[in-house]
């Protein structure tokens, strides 16, 4: 049953007041890309490590094994969430599905998921949702709702390959070379749609749908989204990503820092998705982190200009946040 308008107004008016006092949030990419790191086979990415499976073109016959290996017994929901109070922020947005199409709760749509597929067998989105209500951090969720390197109709297809950015062709063009015969919409009705449904029935009060890389998506799929997103979570934020210039709130490109006020789209709010690294998902060779100096510097540089400051950290296999990251994020919060 659809909440009435007038509730839905006076609600989403208060979530969009929070979110342009939040001005701080945690980003986490986690998934089964930590487990080879970057590195596959001898060979290292230069790019981001989460796009690993893209890069070094690994067949889901061989990628999706590694779910088997992936034990985060180090994985601590409350410290997540203890550490983004710690750093005074007021959100975090954690990767339920990202492009290698593994789910980090558990789905009913999908076997190829943290619970059914490793034997780890918990659902860490259950336990961040507890963890962060525990600590008064809102809790929002990160979801690629078309590139889906795990699904032969998977889109990215009117991406094409970009390999300067990230390293490989956007679509699964590897085991599903030919890109003429995917139809998204399969896709989208199999598995996207069912999956947004439980993220946004299973975990209670979230603040944000994050959606991703918009590329094949009908300007009638993303509103039906949107549309889902405020149905069954009225007080949730969708951001521009899911396409067709739709959502609640503009994000800014990846690590992209504006000189001054945010423009060029007709949103009110903005967020600036940024690495603390030079990755999102975990890489082990990665130790290019900003200091807390330069963090303040830029989260103080966005808030003046409107915009919250989303920074990002990618837990390992273990599940441990890198220990820099943490130490970053403990000072960045004791210098306020």
Not at 94 to 115: L, R
Not at 181 to 200: R, W
Request: charged share 25%; with cysteine; aromatic share 12%.
């Amino acid at each position: 049953m659809l909440h009435c308008a007038h509730e839905r107004t006076v609600s989403f008016m208060d979530a969009k007041t929070w979110f342009k006092e939040a001005k701080f949030g945690l980003m986490i990419h986690w998934g089964l890309y930590c487990l080879p790191a970057g590195d596959w086979k001898g060979r290292r990415t230069p790019h981001i490590g989460e796009w690993s499976q893209a890069f070094f073109r690994i067949p889901c016959a061989e990628y999706h094994p590694l779910a088997k290996a992936f034990n985060p017994i180090y994985f601590n929901a409350d410290e997540f969430a203890a550490l983004a109070a710690d750093a005074g922020m007021k959100y975090l947005v954690i990767t339920a599905k990202h492009h290698e199409g593994f789910a980090m709760y558990h789905s009913k749509v999908s076997s190829f998921n943290i619970v059914d597929a490793t034997p780890f067998k918990r659902d860490v989105i259950e336990e961040l949702a507890a963890a962060c209500q525990k600590r008064g951090i809102r809790l929002g969720l990160y979801y690629s709702q078309e590139i889906d390197w795990s699904h032969p109709h998977g889109g990215g297809v009117g991406f094409g390959r970009n390999w300067e950015n990230v390293g490989g062709s956007w679509t699964n063009d590897w085991d599903f070379p030919d890109n003429s015969k995917k139809n998204y919409t399969i896709c989208y009705e199999e598995k996207i749609k069912p999956q947004v449904k439980e993220i946004l029935t299973q975990y209670g009060d979230l603040c944000v749908i994050w959606f991703d890389t918009p590329s094949d998506i009908s300007p009638a799929q993303s509103k039906e989204l949107v549309d889902m997103v405020h149905h069954y979570q009225p007080n949730c934020l969708v951001n521009s990503r899911v396409g067709n210039g739709m959502g609640d709130y503009a994000s800014l490109g990846d690590n992209e820092i504006p000189e001054g006020e945010a423009s060029g789209q007709n949103f009110e709010l903005w967020e600036a998705p940024c690495t603390l690294n030079d990755t999102w998902g975990y890489k082990s060779f990665d130790n290019n982190w900003k200091n807390p100096e330069e963090v303040i510097r830029l989260r103080e540089h966005l808030n003046a200009h409107g915009i919250n400051y989303l920074l990002n950290v990618g837990p390992d296999y273990l599940g441990r946040i890198p220990v820099p990251a943490m130490d970053i994020l403990r000072e960045v919060g004791r210098r306020g």
